[in-house]
């Protein structure tokens, strides 16, 4: 036997071990018109700028800085196919399979939906690859030129893989969202805006980043890099799950993992404040880096709370199977199994749980305005699950996202219900504040900023306050009952 043959021999055995659907897809892009156009545009117009480059800069090319132009070119060129091509090929891989009636002939097979992601994100990762195997001779080429930073070069190159690997991720799952053809037209069409303006932030962050000097010997910089590279893994293990929740069958349990991975962004963000703290000494912590780690908690829960809270509190038996023997451990982990009633306890928990984080930490300017922010978390949410229960009760064909997007509209409602009343002419129109804004977070929250403790910030503490506990008074009940249908054990028929 030849060396060839040997060589194609083990090929062919290793790719026996691989995930399937990374092999069947990796041949299936590779023998695409779409991955054979954009492979030879990429070396086509980097070789153009190669060439026109080298006319235009003429003496300069040898004296002067034109390494950095010519690597600012160059990755605009890699970022194109790396931020717009792979993942838009990625999100309709995913839509392909549905509307070739593929993904069922998947379904019935010995694959997970979890091998079924890690596939599909494989075979991104092996294009994005490529595509750096096809510049790197060009900017190697950069390399020979004055002005060549190789540790800015890293930086970009390595951020620019990484966040490409996130972008396909997130264009994976958001190809799982939805099943019907006319939301798979509006979800293809949000996805090319995405990714469009995405790939369009390239050119500023690049010019700033080359127009200045990294400071690569600061370590609040490494820290940043650090907070950017654990913030994209989360967001990247949490989009994963989300698509293979979306892709399992109804009757799996579907959310348990997804509020683990969120409950540990949470804490991994104060926890990231509380090392970077003890890493920088004693002193006090940078308020405004608390006010900023605040909204954007509020903000997650806000999202996660959404989602969360308008679950279908049907648990079948396979999801009775999961639950823990222990009648304790079954209280403590009750809010992580599936149902709304349940998400919204999940929700109240963790909004707790920042607020008494704000409170130990002694940030009296920031308290109040979490304590409201916090609060009209749980007027929405909780109003917003509430109805969507009732609705679902008198019709079973009110879905969740029909929840959802009912809980959206009760929001703008209430954000918009002052200005219309000004627009009628039931009220005289004002340019300050007044309590009538009240059901407007962005109106309130800034006014909470400004002026702290005073009485005003009471009187709007008393007034979400009310509502709050009127919202959890309203879920009272479907708490209790999703809790108790945890939390006594017991075994299922088989």
Not at 10 to 31: C, G, H, S, Y
Not at 120 to 132: D, E, G, P, R, T
Not at 331 to 341: E, K, M, N, T
Request: aromatic share 14%; proline share 4%.
């Amino acid at each position: 036997m030849s060396t060839s043959e040997k060589l194609f021999a083990q090929a062919e055995r290793a790719t026996d071990w691989m995930n399937p659907i990374l092999v069947k897809e990796t041949r299936q892009a590779f023998k695409s018109r779409q991955f054979i156009i954009t492979f030879f545009l990429l070396l086509v117009v980097a070789w153009l700028i190669s060439a026109a480059g080298a006319l235009w800069a003429g003496p300069a090319l040898e004296y002067g800085t034109a390494g950095r132009a010519f690597f600012v070119f160059y990755f605009y060129v890699l970022a194109f196919a790396i931020l717009f091509v792979v993942p838009f090929g990625a999100f309709r891989s995913m839509l392909n399979e549905k509307d070739h009636n593929t993904y069922e002939l998947l379904s019935i097979s010995t694959l997970s939906p979890r091998q079924i992601v890690s596939g599909k994100m494989c075979s991104a990762l092996v294009q994005i690859f490529i595509y750096y195997s096809a510049i790197a001779p060009f900017m190697a080429f950069t390399s020979l030129l004055q002005g060549f930073d190789l540790a800015l070069v890293t930086l970009y190159l390595v951020g620019a893989l990484a966040w490409a690997i996130c972008v396909s991720m997130i264009s994976i799952t958001l190809s799982t969202l939805s099943n019907q053809r006319q939301w798979q037209a509006m979800n293809t069409l949000a996805m090319v805006i995405l990714l469009f303006w995405q790939f369009g932030m390239i050119f500023p962050l690049t010019a700033v980043g080359m127009s200045e000097t990294v400071p690569f010997d600061d370590p609040d910089f490494w820290w940043g890099v650090a907070t950017f590279t654990v913030a994209a893994a989360s967001y990247f293990v949490l989009s994963m799950q989300i698509a293979v929740s979306r892709l399992t069958f109804e009757s799996d349990n579907r959310s348990t993992r997804i509020r683990i991975i969120c409950s540990i962004q949470f804490w991994g963000v104060w926890g990231f404040l509380l090392v970077y703290h003890l890493w920088n000494g004693a002193g006090s912590v940078d308020e405004h880096m608390v006010s900023v780690l605040a909204g954007i908690s509020l903000f997650h829960w806000l999202v996660v709370g959404l989602f969360a809270a308008t679950e279908s509190e049907f648990l079948s038996r396979r999801v009775r199977r999961t639950l823990p023997g222990n009648s304790l451990l079954r209280w403590i982990v009750a809010p992580l199994f599936p149902g709304g009633s349940r998400g919204f306890l999940f929700l109240l928990a963790h909004l707790l749980a920042l607020c008494l984080i704000i409170y130990v930490g002694a940030w009296p300017d920031w308290l109040n305005w979490i304590y409201v922010g916090a609060l009209y978390v749980v007027c929405f949410v909780g109003f917003g699950g509430f109805v969507g229960r009732m609705a679902h009760a008198m019709t079973p064909e009110f879905r969740p996202a029909h929840a959802r997007v009912l809980t959206v509209l009760i929001a703008l409602f209430a954000m918009l219900a002052p200005y219309l009343v000004m627009a009628l002419g039931l009220t005289r129109p004002t340019t300050t504040y007044s309590l009538m804004f009240v059901s407007n977070p962005f109106s309130t929250l800034p006014v909470i900023t400004d002026f702290g403790g005073t009485g005003l910030t009471d009187v709007i503490l008393l007034m979400v306050g009310s509502v709050a506990v009127l919202a959890v008074i309203v879920n009272l009940r479907a708490m209790l009952t999703g809790v108790l249908g945890v939390a006594p054990y017991r075994p299922p028929v088989s």
